[in-house]
């Protein structure tokens, strides 16, 4: 073996016992997949630079800001499309290999877990949470706006008026409960 092969050996040995030594001291005793963190983050970040470059590529000018009503659409349409994916019993079979049923969690949406095996463990965690898929969500939709508008808005138009049928729903059914007294 040359000297160059066994410097990096030892380098790549003192860097995985650094990343070892960092998560020990980190999670305090407890199991915090930091590794499955690491690589949702790198995907995260490969989705990132492939909208990007898709974006680049299309020769479309990106606005300098954004509209005021995109941001609320966007926000809505983020909202209900994550709440959608992480807690709707209908997507359940998408979530199914990373969680386990725990039980339902208000109208039409699901308690769940994520699968302790690692690997699985951080996807579950990712799909169960509305507020971490948000993110994802929310950078789809704005590369969406910024490479086909048209067809992005009417999407997220529909799921904000779904949003708004959830909430309707919701009021109309306490409103009931409080008239009949149930």
Do not use: I
Request: positive net charge; charged residues 20%; proline residues 7%.
């Amino acid at each position: 073996m040359d000297t160059a092969t066994m410097t990096d050996n030892r380098l790549a040995r003192r860097l995985r016992g650094a990343l070892r030594r960092t998560g020990r001291d980190y999670s305090a005793g407890h199991d915090r997949p930091l590794g499955g963190y690491v690589a949702a983050m790198a995907g995260f970040a490969a989705c990132t630079a492939a909208w990007t470059t898709a974006v680049r590529r299309s020769g479309r000018p990106v606005p300098e800001r954004p509209e005021p009503w995109d941001v609320v659409l966007t926000s809505v349409a983020t909202f209900r499309l994550s709440r959608l994916l992480s807690k709707a019993a209908v997507t359940s079979p998408l979530r199914a290999p990373f969680t386990r049923y725990v039980g339902p969690q208000g109208p039409a949406e699901l308690h769940e877990e994520a699968q302790p095996e690692q690997g699985r463990h951080t996807v579950g965690e990712l799909a169960t949470c509305p507020f971490c898929m948000s993110v994802w969500v929310a950078s789809a939709l704005t590369a969406g706006q910024l490479l086909w508008p048209r067809a992005t808005r009417t999407a997220m138009g529909t799921l904000a008026a779904l949003a708004g049928a959830d909430t309707l729903q919701l009021a109309y059914g306490a409103l009931m409960d409080k008239t009949t007294g149930d």
